[in-house]
């Protein structure tokens, strides 16, 4: 079965520099990979998706993911933080090959805290 | 706009009650699931609906029943046989087997207390 992992429950970084949220996969076929972002009290919200086309994919608000098989990873990043920006994000992958109805199986999630 | 309806965004439950969430989309998608959050854990599936009158178990669906009499429509109750029913509920589509995988669609959450 496909699953994710993301390393780190937290992660601060300060205003204006970097942000690396780390996720690796495990799956079975050539997955299918996604990034959500989820504010307060609200429900997540797309940021970017892997389809097997770019291996480096941009998405709103400034972030972009770079697929890497040799490393079964797609780490988020922007290179620089703006306060905005903080929120829990969500790395995904789905079970199967790429259909519309297939389940997604989410990581445990990255809580981005932003220092000023 | 388009987009998925979660109502109502604040639910009290006393013990021993079944209390009914509601989900509606007009995305014209065929696939609906709905996520249960606790923090630390992430989301957990608890049903999930892939074309109308048909839904599946998830990891976490004892104390859960769903129903998908219509394509917009996905409610969730949840049952006095949940124990631990305090949680944030999450409702989601997406298009559909035919169609390329580009993801869900959430709404804006239920937040469940049991008082």
């Known amino acids: 079965a496909q699953s994710v992992t993301q390393l780190g429950s937290h992660v601060s970084v300060s205003e204006g520099a970097l942000v690396l949220l780390r996720c690796n996969y495990s799956?079975?076929?050539?997955?299918?990979l996604f990034w959500y972002v989820q504010y307060p009290n609200q429900g997540l919200q797309l940021l970017l998706k892997?389809?097997?086309?770019?291996?480096l994919v941009k998405g709103i608000n400034g972030f972009e993911a770079e697929f890497k098989k040799s490393e079964t990873s797609f780490h988020l990043t922007k290179p620089s933080a703006h306060m905005s920006d903080a929120a829990e994000y969500f790395c995904?992958?789905?079970?199967?090959?790429?259909?519309?109805?297939?389940?997604?199986?989410f990581g445990t999630g990255t809580r981005l805290t932003i220092i000023p | 706009d388009g987009g998925i309806t979660q109502s109502p965004k604040y639910l009290f439950r006393k013990e021993g009650q079944n209390v009914t969430l509601s989900c509606e989309q007009n995305?014209?998608?065929?696939?609906m699931y709905w996520y249960r959050q606790d923090p630390g854990q992430g989301l957990r599936l608890i049903y999930y609906s892939q074309i109308v009158n048909d839904f599946q178990k998830g990891d976490i669906a004892e104390g859960y029943s769903v129903s998908r009499e219509k394509k917009e429509s996905f409610p969730l109750t949840v049952t006095s046989a949940q124990k631990n029913p305090t949680a944030f509920y999450l409702c989601a589509s997406s298009i559909g087997r035919r169609q390329t995988n580009y993801g869900y669609t959430f709404g804006s959450g239920t937040r469940l207390t049991v008082v």
């Open positions: 995305l014209n998608h065929d696939a």
């Open positions: 799956s079975s076929v050539p997955p299918y």
């Open positions: 892997y389809t097997s086309a770019a291996t």
């Open positions: 995904a992958v789905s079970e199967g090959k790429g259909f519309g109805n297939e389940k997604l199986t």
